[in-house]
């Protein structure tokens, strides 16, 4: 499955969340860092649903960038 992550730079730092997984969240000081810290949460949060016997959500969300003229 692919799951879309949302990063977003911060004053001091990275962080990221995955829309398709509520409360599934990383932060780190550098881009790299928060892509490996969001990668293994995301594996966590997966996991955990399934022990818990809970439904895993499928991936739905996407993301685009759009362009505008200012």
Do not use: N, W
């Not at 969240?25 to 810290?37: C, H, M, P, S, Y």
């Amino acid at each position: 499955m692919q799951y879309l992550v949302v990063i977003e730079q911060g004053p001091t730092s990275f962080g990221a969340y995955v829309p398709d997984l509520p409360g599934c969240v990383a932060a780190g000081e550098t881009r790299d860092e928060v892509t490996t810290l969001i990668h293994e949460a995301i594996e966590f949060h997966v996991e955990d649903l399934k022990s818990q016997g809970k439904h895993v959500p499928q991936p739905s969300s996407t993301g685009e960038f759009v362009e505008i003229d200012v």
